[in-house]
């Protein structure tokens, strides 16, 4: 499928988006509060955000190629338990707001950095912020750029590379056309509206994909034909062996079981959604804590309802090209599946269904529905690179009295060379075969680290600075001796006696929690058992969270419940 499978409506309705994403981000820089004026206006929007804004932005800036892409090819590969890091997500989003975001707005931050100065030292947050600027570049801007690139080639192309650089570059510019002038503020506006699209749109692919599957048609008769044809893959709970992917691989070492649930995949979620700057930026721009928290409430509720979007997209590709022993072989697979190198990408699962059953029409709005959740991800992490750089590198290292004229426009600057620098590093990727796995796994490496930083800083007083700079330091050899094992790069029986086989997420927790063992004996034997003297001292009153906030919490439990009890 390419091109020419889209006609003249579909190219009028993407073309239509790109104007109105691009105009209402310009307008809402420019006109809100006359011209952006301080530092506060373009990294953190006024300070004004409404809680509606909040979690549609929060949901648009986690939502990128590397759901839609990434998540749908692990649908594909490994079945609906991938949606565990949709519907953990939402638990996690309740206890963010609960017990993390009263202390950082207590403290007025700009960024996470921040808090790592005013409760360890400066020297600590400087390390950790430019960490966090080269992950941002060369993790998460390169691979959603890639991952997006390779869809529209999918889509638009042949789906053998020819439009990859056009797309990446495509993409950038669109990012950069609304998000360089107008920050924080145009950033999270705009979320709204993209959305909105791309729940819209990824709700027709849905609908439409499982539609196909009923001889008669029918979305509901669809999803029974789904559930009784690939039964194995509606398990949410994985054991050894269950579910193998088309490319051999036992899916238990992506989703290990119960750790899922009581396991490693806390680490992840704690790290990326209560410390991860271009997600926690939106709740520190809220009018004031009761708002933010009904903010991360709205995308919890919105968080449950992903899984329908791009993880059942990628089960109905698995059920039209499988065949019944649920092999992907042969006569059943699509070409469109197969690599040059005879194996199976599983990523293109969703580009698949949107070029063979979107009809004309229609395939315009499912593309700007794809182009909402690439670019508003773009937009939010080029804001919060240029927000870490300006106030933690720029500002006290380079120009200690730089007004808010000079530190917008090295915001801006920033943000303009981090895209450059993404765009030459994303056609390096190549081909990944799970895109959204491997990525979860690598970030995985660092994070079990600055979790247990974060977490000891928070609620241990004893946790001194010089323990958390070791913490951070053994952090990472103490991942890789983890992941040895499990990569087979010791071809030596004796060796690998000491270097288990263990499942990433395993790797994770085990990472976290020696971590933590050497941060507490450190700060215990530094302190000789006595509170530090950047300990945080909590307000009575500080963690009570309004009705709705309760209600809702209350609400979100009982659904994940409900789901895990039902899919187990």
Not at 279 to 303: C, P
Not at 474 to 484: H, R
């Amino acid at each position: 499928m390419n091109a020419a499978n889209f006609s003249l409506v579909d190219y009028l309705i993407f073309i239509t988006y790109g104007v109105v994403i691009v105009g209402i981000g310009l307008y809402v820089s420019r006109t809100r509060k006359g011209h952006q004026r301080n530092a506060e206006d373009y990294f953190l929007a006024g300070k004004s955000l409404p809680w509606w804004t909040i979690g549609a932005s929060l949901i648009a800036a986690n939502i990128s190629a590397e759901q839609f892409i990434g998540m749908s090819g692990s649908g594909f590969a490994i079945g609906l338990a991938i949606a565990s890091y949709e519907w953990m997500a939402a638990l996690t989003l309740i206890i963010v707001g609960k017990f993390f975001l009263p202390i950082f707005i207590e403290k007025k931050l700009y960024t996470i950095p921040q808090f790592l100065e005013q409760r360890y030292s400066t020297n600590l947050k400087s390390i950790l912020a430019v960490f966090w600027i080269a992950l941002f570049i060369f993790v998460n801007l390169t691979s959603v750029l890639y991952l997006g690139a390779k869809a529209l080639d999918t889509i638009l192309g042949n789906a053998d590379g020819s439009m990859l650089i056009y797309a990446v570059v495509g993409l950038a510019l669109f990012a950069a056309a609304y998000s360089l002038w107008g920050g924080l503020s145009a950033v999270a506006w705009t979320d709204v509206i993209q959305v909105a699209l791309l729940v819209i749109g990824g709700l027709i692919t849905t609908f439409i994909a499982l539609d196909h599957l009923a001889p008669n048609g029918g979305v509901a008769e669809g999803f029974k034909i789904l559930y009784n044809k690939v039964p194995e893959k509606f398990s949410m709970i994985l054991s050894k062996g269950e579910v193998i992917t088309p490319n051999g691989k036992d899916a238990y070492f992506d989703l290990p079981g119960l750790a899922v649930l009581i396991g490693g995949m806390w680490i992840a979620n704690l790290y990326y959604w209560g410390f991860n700057q271009y997600i926690i930026q939106r709740t520190l721009a809220a009018k004031n804590l009761r708002e933010s928290q009904r903010g991360i409430a709205f995308a919890a509720f919105i968080k449950l309802l992903i899984p329908l979007i791009v993880v059942i997209p990628g089960l109905v590709a698995f059920a039209m090209n499988s065949s019944p022993g649920g092999l992907v072989t042969g006569s059943y697979v699509d070409s469109t599946f197969v690599t040059e190198a005879g194996t199976i990408d599983n990523d293109r699962a969703f580009p698949w269904l949107i070029s063979t059953f979107i009809p004309t029409g229609l395939k315009g709005l499912v593309l700007a529905a794809l182009a909402a959740a690439i670019v508003s991800s773009l937009a939010s992490m080029l804001n919060s690179t240029a927000t870490i750089f300006t106030m933690d590198i720029y500002k006290p290292y380079f120009n200690r009295k730089a007004g808010d004229r000079q530190t917008v426009a090295v915001g801006r600057i920033t943000a303009a060379v981090s895209l450059v620098i993404a765009c030459f590093m994303a056609p390096l990727l190549g081909s990944i075969p799970q895109a959204f796995q491997f990525i979860q796994e690598y970030t995985g490496i660092v994070s079990p680290g600055i979790l247990a930083i974060f977490i000891l800083g928070l609620f241990y007083k004893k946790t001194t600075n010089n323990a958390a700079i070791w913490g951070a330091m053994l952090s990472i050899p103490t991942a890789l001796y983890f992941k040895t094992g499990s990569k087979g790069w010791l071809d030596n029986t004796v060796l690998e006696m000491f270097f288990p086989n263990l499942p990433w997420m395993h790797q994770m927790g085990l990472t976290f929690l020696v971590v933590v063992v050497i941060i507490v004996a450190i700060s215990f034997i530094e302190n000789k058992g006595k509170n530090d003297s950047k300990a945080i001292i909590f307000k009575p009153g500080l963690f009570k969270t309004g009705s709705r906030f309760n209600i809702s919490a209350l609400i979100i439990c009982l659904i994940l419940a409900f789901l895990y009890a039902f899919f187990w």
